[in-house]
């Protein structure tokens, strides 16, 4: 059996890109940001929240309304998906400041994960470059934002994988945690 035509990473729009370029997967590819915050060094609690439905989460996380609405009372991390060009670091901490109203929170990363998957009706598999930034949540600050209905700390080891919206469960496995289920 003849090994499968390498395809590097290496994308341009053009019909025919020419030697060593590919097209955009035709289902697309993310880049995002997320960010575990614990309640205090060596806590099983992360923070998880639900997105506030009239903050505007299409800016400071790139959650078209459609999506928005499909994230109704699930959980998720304070995420985004970068905004072009913008580093993993520089997009920790605009989550960080936009999100959760946290300037200049420390943070230790990234580590990077990747997953392809297909999807109903998708033409192909998609692809997703996570870059994860640990942090811990800063003592005696209150626990509130504007742009979350409810922000908690959680052990993700209680919650069952259907409350989460987006496949944050998927991410709090990469980084090494476990759901109820």
């Given at each position: 059996m003849s090994?499968?035509?390498r395809?590097f990473?290496?994308?341009?729009r ?7 370029y590919?097209?955009i997967p ?8 997320f960010l575990?915050?614990?309640?205090a060094?060596g806590?099983?609690?992360l923070?998880?929240?639900?997105p506030?439905?009239?903050?505007d989460w299409?800016?400071i996380g ?7 609405a ?8 304070p ?5 072009e ?5 520089e997009?920790?901490?605009r989550?960080?400041s936009e ?16 997953d ?8 192909d598999?998609h692809?997703?470059?996570d870059f994860l930034?640990r ?6 600050r ?5 742009n979350?209905?409810?922000l908690e ?5 209680t919650?069952?994988?259907?409350r ?6 998927d991410?709090l496995?990469?980084?090494?945690f476990?759901?109820?289920d």
């Amino acid at each position: 059996m003849s090994e499968p035509e390498r395809r590097f990473t290496r994308w341009r729009r053009e019909p025919d890109p020419g030697p060593g370029y590919t097209q955009i997967p035709a289902d697309g590819a993310c880049l995002s940001v997320f960010l575990i915050i614990r309640e205090a060094s060596g806590s099983p609690r992360l923070l998880l929240g639900t997105p506030h439905p009239s903050a505007d989460w299409g800016r400071i996380g790139g959650l078209e309304p459609a999506r928005l609405a499909r994230l109704a009372g699930h959980l998720m991390l304070p995420s985004s998906h970068l905004i072009e060009y913008e580093s993993p670091q520089e997009g920790a901490a605009r989550i960080a400041s936009e999100q959760l109203g946290l300037v200049d929170l420390p943070l230790a990363g990234p580590e990077v994960v990747s997953d392809a998957y297909g999807r109903p009706g998708a033409p192909d598999r998609h692809w997703d470059l996570d870059f994860l930034f640990r942090a811990n949540w800063p003592a005696g600050r209150p626990l509130s934002s504007p742009n979350w209905s409810r922000l908690e700390f959680a052990d993700p080891q209680t919650l069952l994988r259907a409350r989460f919206g987006r496949a944050h469960d998927d991410i709090l496995r990469f980084a090494g945690f476990a759901t109820a289920d």
